[in-house]
């Protein structure tokens, strides 16, 4: 099972972006679905989750302005991205994780929010 994410892109400080990520295999059993980006010299940080089908959680710094959601049938997970910043450039990561502990992560996809 791999997961591929795709979306990520240039924009002007302001614009918008949807990521996606989406499994190539089944994955049955999935409980957490969630983002994380890591800019040059910095460590990989926790952006966006959702566990379960409902409940999301958020960084301070995207909240009101990033939105998590799932596809279940599917096996997919979106981080649509309003009012972008220069901040939020970076490599941008999905991971989903299972009931039976299992993680899987995501190849990663560029977003690089600049003028």
């Known amino acids: 099972v791999q997961l591929q994410a795709s979306g990520g892109g240039l924009v002007q400080p302001g614009g918008s972006l949807r990521l996606s990520c989406a499994a190539s295999?089944?994955?049955?059993?999935?409980?957490?679905v969630g983002w994380y980006r890591q800019a040059p010299g910095k460590q990989r940080e926790f952006v966006a989750s959702?566990?379960?089908?409902?409940?999301?959680n958020y960084v301070d710094s995207v909240k009101g302005r990033f939105t998590i959601s799932r596809d279940i049938p599917k096996n997919t997970v979106y981080l649509q991205m309003n009012s972008l910043k220069p901040e939020d450039s970076g490599v941008y990561y999905c991971l989903f994780r299972t009931n039976w502990g299992n993680a899987y992560w995501g190849q990663g996809t560029q977003v690089t929010v600049s003028s």
């Open positions: 295999g089944s994955i049955s059993g999935i409980n957490f």
């Open positions: 959702m566990s379960g089908s409902s409940y999301t």
